[in-house]
C-alpha cells in the first residue's frame, strides 16, 4: 500500500521568511496531494491540494509543487506569519481511492 | 464546518474496559474513518467504512473493531483498553469528487487509559 514520508518534524522560521515542508510517496498511481493544517487544539483542515496533471499549484502565500518522477511534492510558505504556526500533514491516494494516507507532519513555528 | 460530531470529547478510562466512541455526520458522506494522533506518527488509520455495513481495516487496527448500521454513525471500539492506545482519535468523513478526496474532521476525542 501507499506509504507518505514527511520531513523535517519540526521547523523553526523568522517570521517573513519562507517554510518548506517535503513530502516523498511510494506508490507511483497516487495522483492526488492535499496538504491539512492543524492549529493547536483544532481538527485537521485541508489548505490546498494537487493532482498529478499539474506540477504547481498557488493560493496566495502558499503553493504545492509535484514533482511525478520522483515521487516528492512540497509545500510552500512565503512570507510567514505568526497564524502559519501549526502542524502540517501531506497525503497522497488515487483518485477513486477510499483512503486518505497522511505523512507524520510538521510541527512550523513562526518566530516573530 | 462540515457536520461531523464525536463523543465524547475526553474519556479516562481503566485499562481492561471496553470503550466506544462516536461519530456521527449529518452530510450523507459515503466514507467514514478512524485516525489516531500520536506525538511523531502523524495520522494513522485505524479502520475505515466505505458504506453502511462494509468496513476495512486500516494500518493501525489491532486492538479496534468498528461498526457502521447506518449512514450517519460510525463507531470504534476498543475491546480491552490498554495503555498504548492513549491518544487523541479523530473521526473523518469524506465524499469522492472529480478533484479528489478531501476530508473533513471531527473535534477530536482525547482518551487517556490508566
Known amino acids: 500500500g501507499e506509504n507518505v514520508e514527511q520531513h523535517p518534524s519540526t521547523l523553526s522560521v523568522q517570521e517573513g521568511d519562507s517554510a518548506v515542508i517535503k513530502c516523498t510517496y511510494s506508490?507511483?498511481?497516487?495522483?492526488?496531494f492535499p496538504w491539512y493544517k492543524q492549529e493547536l487544539g483544532k481538527r485537521p483542515q485541508l489548505i490546498i491540494d494537487?493532482?498529478?496533471?499539474?506540477g504547481e499549484k498557488k493560493d496566495q502565500r502558499i503553493a504545492v509543487t509535484l514533482n511525478k518522477t520522483a515521487k516528492h511534492f512540497s509545500l510552500h510558505i512565503t512570507e510567514t506569519q505568526p497564524e502559519d504556526s501549526a502542524v502540517y500533514f501531506c497525503?497522497?491516494?488515487?483518485?477513486?481511492?477510499?483512503?486518505?494516507?497522511f505523512g507524520q507532519g510538521t510541527r512550523l513555528t513562526i518566530n516573530p | 464546518d462540515a457536520g461531523i460530531t464525536q463523543s465524547p470529547r475526553h474519556k479516562v478510562t481503566e485499562t481492561g474496559t471496553p470503550v466506544t466512541l462516536r461519530c456521527h455526520q449529518t452530510e450523507n458522506h459515503r466514507y467514514m474513518y478512524w485516525y489516531r494522533q500520536d506525538p511523531g506518527h502523524g495520522l494513522r488509520l485505524i479502520h475505515y467504512?466505505?458504506?453502511?455495513?462494509?468496513?476495512d481495516k486500516g494500518e493501525v487496527s489491532d486492538g479496534y473493531s468498528v461498526s457502521r448500521s447506518k449512514t450517519e454513525d460510525f463507531l470504534l471500539t476498543l475491546e480491552s483498553a490498554t495503555s498504548s492506545q492513549t491518544s487523541v482519535y479523530f473521526c473523518?468523513?469524506?465524499?469522492?469528487?472529480?478533484?479528489?478526496?478531501?476530508?473533513?474532521f471531527g473535534q477530536g476525542t482525547r482518551l487517556t487509559v490508566v
Open positions: 473523518a468523513i469524506s465524499e469522492p469528487t472529480g478533484r479528489g478526496l478531501e476530508a473533513f
Open positions: 467504512s466505505y458504506g453502511v455495513k462494509d468496513t
Open positions: 494537487i493532482r498529478s496533471n499539474v
Open positions: 497525503a497522497a491516494t488515487i483518485q477513486g481511492a477510499q483512503k486518505l494516507v
Open positions: 506508490d507511483s498511481a497516487s495522483n492526488y
